[in-house]
């Protein structure tokens, strides 16, 4: 059974396209995030939801857009991809109101643009 | 903002040998959690320990366990027994207590194990 699930695996895809990375959880958690892993393996947050409702945004561009169509999944769409959006993207979820919250992170999604 | 610094990019151990990772980080609050993930090859990020900062006893599983200096913070684990399985890069974050609080991560440590 995987907790947290993400499609696809690998991406590769020209410049200037638009494109969407799905993200789903079955362990019931309240709180979703994306972040990104750059080549240096830095992990930054980009969103976070919490019951569908965005509660962290850092400096992101526009171009990256979430969607939580419910509790249990966080899409990611970027608009126009640049080669700087080349990088592995994690989904991860918690349940909020538990004080040992703890993050559970899907397999990451390889993006390649080129 | 609370910042979390693994000052050892690589790190090596022979197989069945006790390997130690470092981490501090940069916090004014008296109560959080710190945690150390794991990311192999497969590039799953895997919880490895918790550790609750109210809690003086260090957190342990199995071979995995930490040292944990709340006046230096400073957040180390241990890895016994090292086994080659064990390879892969290490991510220690910061939590602060109240829920809802983003994670903070390190830059991480990548371990290789020596057969």
């Known amino acids: 059974d995987t907790a947290v699930s993400q499609t696809p695996k690998y991406l590769v895809t020209q410049m200037g396209n638009d494109k969407s990375i799905k993200c789903e959880q079955n362990?019931?958690?309240?709180?979703m995030y994306w972040y990104k892993q750059d080549s240096k393996k830095f992990l930054k947050i980009m969103f976070s939801?919490?019951?569908?409702?965005?509660?962290i945004n850092e400096t992101v561009p526009n171009r990256f857009s979430p969607k939580s169509p419910d509790k249990a999944h966080l899409n990611l769409h970027i608009n126009s991809l640049e080669l700087g959006d080349s990088a592995v993207y994690f989904c991860?979820?918690?349940?909020?109101?538990?004080?040992?919250?703890?993050?559970?992170f899907g397999p990451g999604t390889r993006l390649l643009v080129l | 903002a609370q910042t979390v610094t693994q000052s050892q990019p690589e790190m090596s151990v022979q197989e069945a040998e006790t390997v130690t990772l470092s981490c501090t980080y940069d916090t004014s609050e008296s109560d959080y959690y710190l945690f150390w993930y794991k990311q192999p090859p497969s590039r799953q990020m895997i919880l490895v320990i918790r550790?609750?900062?109210?809690?003086?006893q260090n957190a342990t599983e199995n071979r995995f366990s930490v040292n944990f200096q709340k006046a230096a913070k400073s957040f180390s684990l241990k890895i016994s027994d090292s086994q080659l399985g064990d390879a892969a890069m290490y991510f220690c974050?910061?939590?602060?207590?109240?829920?809802?609080?983003?994670?903070?991560f390190g830059t991480g440590t990548s371990l290789t194990v020596i057969p």
């Open positions: 939801y919490n019951n569908k409702e965005l509660i």
């Open positions: 991860a979820s918690s349940q909020m109101t538990v004080r040992e919250e703890t993050q559970y």
């Open positions: 974050a910061y939590r602060r207590s109240n829920t809802g609080n983003q994670f903070y």
């Open positions: 362990l019931g958690h309240d709180t």
């Open positions: 550790q609750e900062a109210y809690k003086q």
